[in-house]
């Protein structure tokens, strides 16, 4: 399972530069959601896929019972979809105070019209 998680991993970072490279702004944007959303199954991924109990102790346990769940990583992966949520409202404010002001998604036309 982990393999084909790797594989999915590189797939989508592979789509997210893909669409980074474009010329429309819109699809850079897309490949920075994608981008993120990589990047957090990466981190789940190396972090091990393994189901287990959340690590709580029982009442006069030194140490938890069975395998437990680590929390750093789903810690981590929540920090940055908020972060990444707030990146993207930013980023879509931003297009389209861009395109009210130039009047095109072009990268290429938007570079012209700095007079």
């Not at 393994?50 to 690590?55: D, E, H, I, M, S």
């Not at 769940?69 to 990146?87: C, E, N, S, Y």
Request: aromatic share 6%; net charge negative; glycine share 6%.
């Amino acid at each position: 399972m982990e393999s084909l998680m790797a594989y999915v991993v590189g797939i989508l970072f592979a789509a997210a530069i893909y669409m980074m490279l474009r010329r429309s702004i819109v699809k850079l944007v897309i490949g920075l959601m994608i981008l993120s959303n990589a990047a957090n199954l990466l981190i789940f991924v190396v972090s091990g896929m393994t189901r287990g109990a959340p690590p709580l102790l029982p009442e006069g346990a030194d140490a938890p019972l069975g395998i437990v769940a680590d929390p750093l990583p789903q810690a981590l992966i929540l920090t940055a979809i908020v972060i990444a949520f707030g990146v993207l409202a930013f980023a879509v404010v931003l297009i389209r105070r861009a395109y009210e002001v130039v009047g095109t998604d072009d990268l290429d036309q938007m570079k012209d019209t700095d007079t």
